[in-house]
């Protein structure tokens, strides 16, 4: 029989009370326990000293006969000073998931497709500027050819 300590739910909807209880990993979340073994009260703030009761002697013995808590009640423990609970890292957790990275992908493929689009335009405006500019030119350089022509 693999034994945990974990959390039963308790008290109303949406007013949580929790036991903290040693039961048979196979029973339900609110269901048979062995034995209740503390309490926990999210309602009240972090740092009040009803939030979390734990007997700490029962605790102990649990702990000694192979019982595992788990990952939530494993933090009161360390907490509590009973267990030491080891950091965990999941480096993963924090990385966008395929559909966002598809999205990221679309967005800079759009923005490439846009600032190439306004190279083109500026580059065109450029060459239209340099066709004007030419043709400003050009008439007067042909001018006082005309000119020189009407003088002989």
Known sequence: MAVKIRLARGGAKKRPYYRVVVADSRAPRDGKY????GTHNPLLPKDHEDRIKLDAERVQYWLGQ???PTDRVARFLDAAGLMKREERNNPNKG????KALERIEEKKEKEAAAAE???EAEAAAKAAEEEAKAAAEAPAEEAPAEEAAAEE
């Open 117 to 119: 689009a306004a190279a």
């Open 34 to 37: 062995i034995e209740k073994v």
């Open 95 to 98: 990385k966008p998931g395929a």
């Open 66 to 68: 192979g019982a595992k």
